[in-house]
T-cell receptor, first 112, second 111 residues
Framework: DAGITQSPRHKVTETGTPVTLRCHQT?????MYWYRQDPGHGLRLIHY???????DKGEVSDGYSVSRSKTEDFLLTLESATSSQTSVYFC???????????FGSGTQLSVL | RKEVEQDPGPFNVPEGATVAFNCTYS??????FFWYRQDCRKEPKLLMS???SGNEDGRFTAQLNRASQYISLLIRDSKLSDSATYLC????????????FGTGTRLKVLA
């Protein structure tokens, strides 16, 4: 299995608070992705990174920001969490374009 | 219109049956295609990549039709352990680096 770790695994927070989710990889892969998964919507791309300090938006990026200051870590921040951001968040990595994605175990986030 | 569309199912089939899933995509610049399997509340895992010439892995066969912009997955001799959600994934890497998922098709294999 690819060396990819998400933290925390579970989090409960209140509306309006900032939240940061971490994705850490030991594979030295260039590309990293954040998805959220909700019933009826499948996995939707939030942001992705194609290198250190190189990031771009996905289809549901509003309310989220990301940072990648080193190859192994990709952080997803909810500046002011809302109940609509309650979801399961998955990080994925891949060594190159058109290669398969490897996923972390996910973070279950509940915003009350 | 969604970039990647799948029939959500559920498909309920008896053990030993053959079942097929289709997935359509809208971006003709899409370059790579995959089928992933996801078990309840777990992370998706690669089932197989899909190649232009079609490819087979044991009981699983994947096909790609670029002209009609769809991919398919055929499962033969279904097992109880095949029960899961099957996700179609399309990678568009021309000028971008996106992997877009379909919403998934649920399969339940019945004893």
């Amino acid at each position: 299995d690819a060396g990819i770790t998400q933290s925390p695994r579970h989090k409960v927070t209140e509306t309006g608070t900032p939240v940061t989710l971490r994705c850490h990889q030991t594979e030295n892969h260039r590309y990293m992705y954040w998805y959220r998964q909700d019933p009826g919507h499948g996995l939707r791309l939030i942001h992705y990174s194609y290198g250190v300090k190189d990031t771009d938006k996905g289809e549901v990026s509003d309310g989220y920001s990301v940072s990648r200051s080193k190859t192994e870590d990709f952080l997803l921040t909810l500046e002011s969490a809302t109940s609509s951001q309650t979801s399961v968040y998955f990080c994925a990595i891949t060594p190159g374009l058109n290669e398969k994605l490897f996923f972390g175990s996910g973070t279950q986030l509940s915003v009350l | 219109r969604k970039e990647v569309e799948q029939d959500p199912g559920p498909f309920n089939v008896p053990e030993g049956a053959t079942v097929a899933f289709n997935c359509t995509y809208s971006n003709s610049a899409s370059q790579s295609f995959f089928w992933y399997r996801q078990d309840c509340r777990k992370e998706p895992k690669l089932l197989m990549s899909v190649y232009s010439s079609g490819n087979e892995d044991g009981r699983f066969t994947a096909q790609l039709n670029r002209a009609s912009q769809y991919i398919s997955l055929l499962i033969r001799d279904s097992k109880l352990s095949d029960s899961a959600t099957y996700l179609c994934v399309v990678a568009t890497t021309s000028g971008t680096y996106k992997y877009i998922f379909g919403t998934g098709t649920r399969l339940k294999v019945l004893a």
